[in-house]
């Protein structure tokens, strides 16, 4: 008897579960600095999301007031319209109020060896539904938050909770305390990166 067998490209077995973003952004909020103009500065980061194609937002701890107070209205007034336009450092509820916007998302679909799944030349896509994207920062590699419209106000919620005046205190006194040994760790760094180059148009 002859049996045959159909196989599905690009699907998995299992839907990976999509986690609350408040309870990632509270598992992966952290101080750190971020450098602006020159100068490092003191951050919030965190991460509404995991795997591949994430990445956090950067809030020097000066922005953060005005990040929630965007945030914010937009969970109570609605999503705007996106404009960007980048020149310089832009601070990020600048970025955040021209990148922030609602729609569709979907991600190309991968095969098991991770190659993009293709029929007839045309790339597949996996559709995930509605979500509100949002990010604040510009530059290679910086990935977009993508957050469920149900879940926003939970995250503009949890931004205006870190965004207070005893937080943010707090926060920069951490910062000024590990400052020294940043600035330190950074010549050393860039001394290296230095005589690494020296060698390497020597050799």
Do not use: C, W
Not at 49 to 62: A, H, K, M, N, W
Not at 111 to 135: A, C, L, W
């Amino acid at each position: 008897m002859k049996t045959t067998m159909k196989i599905k490209i690009g699907q998995s077995a299992a839907e990976p579960v999509e986690r609350h973003p408040v309870e990632v952004m509270t598992e992966t909020l952290s101080l750190t600095a971020v450098e602006r103009d020159g100068e490092l500065v003191p951050a919030f980061s965190f991460s509404t999301g995991e795997g591949r194609g994430t990445s956090p937002e950067v809030v020097p701890l000066d922005e953060l007031v005005q990040y929630s107070s965007l945030l914010s209205s937009a969970a109570e007034n609605g999503i705007p319209e996106r404009e960007s336009e980048d020149e310089g450092y832009v601070p990020t509820y600048v970025i955040l109020g021209a990148e922030l916007h609602q729609g569709p998302y979907r991600t190309v679909r991968h095969d098991s060896g991770g190659n993009p799944v293709k029929i007839k030349g045309k790339t597949q896509y996996d559709e995930h539904g509605m979500r509100v994207h949002f990010k604040s920062r510009f530059g290679r590699g910086v990935k977009t938050q993508r957050v469920r419209p149900e879940y926003f106000a939970d995250v503009a919620a949890f931004v205006a909770a870190i965004a207070t005046d005893e937080q943010i205190a707090n926060a920069q006194e951490m910062f000024e305390a590990a400052l020294p040994g940043l600035l330190e760790a950074r010549a050393k760094a860039a001394e290296e990166s230095v005589k690494s180059e020296s060698e390497s148009v020597n050799a």
